[in-house]
């Protein structure tokens, strides 16, 4: 029920980059190093905790490739990240529950040339974009079923942001009215300044990614001035207030 839930909430989030074949192992030439490759998935991730968890050497750094996928899971994710203190490294590209919850887990984060990181939504999407369609209008019991996974995926998500000190805006800033009519492309992140501002220590090996290795603009990069963030997160926290 949940990935069906998921799948509609898909509606309103967009569809997470093509996912690669999974796979999770310790780097041979790097023993404490894990290479994480795919969807995130319960099974996936309880693939990467069985493996921190059993690893002869101290696990630093994890090096993921992923577009996201299932919420739960991914929080479940970022808080071994989090609780293990591990570097992350994004290797082609962290979208979606990848850029939520893994990346905002570290204070260590390094994007590789050429790596895309993007977000484009979150447990308080439904604030700016609500839920609504036919086939939800007709069936009160799947609604009902949708609005319990949002209460719980939006508890979930607020302790998490408050447990690694970002600000969850992150996840939404880029639907936020000011910024949303200028929106135009799938995936939207923010400059340097704005990503220390929101609380994430992120560094980049080149420029910030827009576009895939096939030439298509994928991400967009808000730069926001400190006081335009200000006023921004002031207009979101006053409609957080009203629900």
Same mark, same amino acid.
């Given at each position: 029920?949940?990935?069906?839930?998921?799948?509609?909430?898909?509606?309103?989030?967009?569809c997470?980059?093509?996912?690669?074949?999974?796979?999770?192992?310790?780097?041979?030439?790097?023993?404490?190093?894990?290479?994480?490759?795919?969807?995130?998935?319960?099974?996936?991730?309880?693939?990467?905790?069985?493996?921190?968890?059993?690893?002869?050497?101290?696990?630093?750094?994890?090096?993921?490739?992923?577009?996201?996928?299932?919420?739960?899971?991914?929080?479940?994710?970022?808080?071994?990240?989090?609780?293990?203190?591990?570097?992350?490294?994004?290797?082609? @590209?962290?979208? #979606?529950?990848?850029?939520? %919850? +893994? !990346?905002?887990?570290?204070?260590?984060?390094?994007?590789?040339?050429?790596? /895309?990181?993007?977000?484009?939504?979150?447990?308080?999407?439904?604030?700016?974009?609500?839920?609504?369609?036919?086939?939800?209008?007709?069936?009160?019991?799947?609604?009902?079923?949708?609005?319990?996974?949002?209460?719980?995926?939006?508890?979930?998500?607020?302790?998490?942001?408050?447990?690694?000190?970002?600000?969850?805006?992150?996840?939404?800033?880029?639907?936020?009215?000011?910024?949303?009519?200028?929106?135009?492309?799938?995936?939207?992140?923010?400059?340097?300044?704005?990503?220390?501002?929101?609380?994430?220590?992120?560094?980049?090996?080149?420029?910030? @990614?827009?576009? #895939?290795?096939?030439?298509e %603009? +994928? !991400?967009?990069?808000?730069?926001?001035?400190?006081?335009?963030?200000?006023? /921004?997160?002031?207009q979101h926290?006053?409609?957080?207030?009203?629900?």
């Amino acid at each position: 029920m949940r990935y069906l839930l998921v799948a509609l909430l898909l509606a309103l989030m967009g569809c997470a980059a093509q996912q690669e074949p999974f796979s999770v192992a310790i780097d041979p030439l790097l023993p404490s190093t894990i290479l994480y490759n795919g969807e995130i998935t319960p099974e996936n991730v309880a693939s990467f905790e069985q493996l921190i968890t059993n690893s002869p050497t101290k696990i630093e750094s994890l090096i993921i490739n992923s577009g996201g996928g299932d919420v739960f899971a991914g929080i479940r994710f970022g808080e071994l990240v989090f609780e293990y203190k591990l570097k992350v490294v994004v290797d082609k @590209a962290c979208a #979606s529950s990848c850029a939520n %919850y +893994i !990346v905002t887990a570290s204070d260590d984060v390094t994007v590789r040339n050429g790596g /895309l990181l993007g977000w484009h939504g979150g447990a308080l999407q439904p604030i700016y974009v609500p839920i609504t369609s036919n086939k939800q209008r007709a069936n009160k019991m799947l609604r009902k079923e949708a609005d319990d996974f949002l209460t719980q995926w939006q508890q979930a998500e607020h302790d998490f942001f408050q447990m690694v000190k970002v600000n969850q805006a992150v996840t939404i800033l880029g639907m936020v009215p000011g910024l949303e009519e200028k929106r135009d492309a799938q995936l939207f992140s923010y400059d340097q300044q704005t990503l220390k501002q929101l609380g994430l220590h992120i560094t980049y090996e080149g420029e910030q @990614a827009t576009t #895939s290795r096939f030439g298509e %603009y +994928i !991400v967009q990069i808000f730069s926001v001035s400190p006081d335009v963030l200000e006023t /921004l997160l002031t207009q979101h926290n006053k409609i957080l207030q009203q629900h």
